[in-house]
């Protein structure tokens, strides 16, 4: 692919939208098809197959696909793609980000009182912490489905045991997806700043760029040099947090937010020319780390779900895969 111009690049950043789009298509394709192969072979095999790979990577997509299908629609999902922390890690000047309020409702509480709200400050952590936790809990349908499916005491319901398993495993791959980008989202350090495209109106002593500089950095880029087996050669041995989902979640951002400086430090000495390595090396690194962090989530999700009640009335998923309990009632439906 030709290296695209200086002049180019400019006129690009000029019609980047307000509502950016972290690492555009080709960034989050690869992201979620590289923590996809990356998956140990504790997971479900399905999981591991091409087409899922595949699926995944083009669901990665979606969330930014989905832009423009309405004002309320937009509106309340944009915010979702961002937290705008400054250097101080507080949220747009007001409340620190750590430690995370445990929902949405006092989060917006905290920002109220600031004057502030998570439509102006974004709500990034909440869209990741919930794909996972409605992960888990799709892991834990498709264990009990798999579970009853083979069974013979429960053979009178085996074929509606494995159409709903194969329902399962359409929406788990869907919310892996889903999961994907907002962790891409989140690996990209122009998505957990106040400064995400360009410096702006703040204090600026070492005088970083004021130019539009999001779209070029993280699809231009992106697009022309960044290549997957250099990603792949990134990603890190599994990592499991034996924390809380909240825990691994905004030390992950947190962690990105650091990589903010380093990113205007490095426009600044000229390494987001176009072609230069020193840009293609800081998107391939931090594109590692999101497929690392994606992989090592959807690992956790599935570990957990072991330990799940699923369905009405609730049955615990260890009590059907010990046959102690036929999940139809509860999972069909008993009203």
Not at 33 to 60: C, H
Not at 150 to 169: C, G, L, M, V, Y
Not at 270 to 277: C, I, T
Request: neutral net charge.
């Amino acid at each position: 692919m030709k290296r695209l111009s200086a002049i180019v690049l400019a006129a690009l950043a000029i019609a980047v939208p307000s509502d950016l789009l972290a690492w555009g298509n080709t960034g989050h394709r690869m992201l979620g098809a590289i923590a996809m192969r990356a998956l140990p072979a504790e997971v479900p095999g399905f999981l591991r197959t091409p087409q899922a790979v595949l699926d995944v990577a083009e669901y990665s997509r979606e969330p930014d696909r989905s832009k423009g299908s309405g004002r309320l629609h937009d509106q309340d999902r944009d915010p979702g793609h961002f937290i705008d922390l400054g250097e101080d890690g507080k949220v747009l000047g007001g409340p620190p980000m750590l430690p995370l309020a445990a929902t949405r409702a006092e989060y917006e509480t905290q920002l109220r009182a600031a004057g502030l709200d998570q439509w102006k400050a974004g709500y990034l952590p909440y869209a990741i912490i919930d794909r996972w936790q409605q992960l888990t809990t799709d892991f834990a349908y498709w264990r009990v489905l798999r579970a009853a499916e083979a069974n013979p005491a429960w053979k009178s319901h085996r074929a509606w045991f494995t159409q709903d398993r194969i329902r399962r495993e359409a929406l788990i791959l869907k919310g892996i997806g889903e999961l994907s980008h907002f962790i891409g989202d989140g690996s990209q350090p122009l998505h957990v700043t106040t400064h995400f495209n360009g410096w702006g109106d703040y204090p600026n002593p070492q005088g970083y760029s004021t130019a539009r500089l999001h779209g070029p950095f993280e699809s231009d880029l992106v697009q022309a040099y960044v290549k997957p087996a250099a990603i792949e050669a990134r990603v890190t041995p599994l990592n499991l947090c034996r924390c809380s989902i909240d825990q691994r979640v905004s030390g992950y951002l947190a962690a990105t937010g650091k990589q903010v400086i380093p990113f205007y430090e490095l426009e600044k000495a000229g390494g987001l020319a176009p072609g230069d390595p020193r840009g293609v090396a800081f998107a391939v690194e931090r594109l590692a780390v999101g497929a690392s962090e994606l992989r090592d989530v959807v690992v956790e999700a599935w570990r957990a779900s072991a330990n799940r009640t699923i369905g009405w009335k609730p049955v615990a998923v260890a009590d059907v895969l010990a046959g102690k309990v036929d999940p139809y009632p509860a999972l069909y439906g008993v009203d």
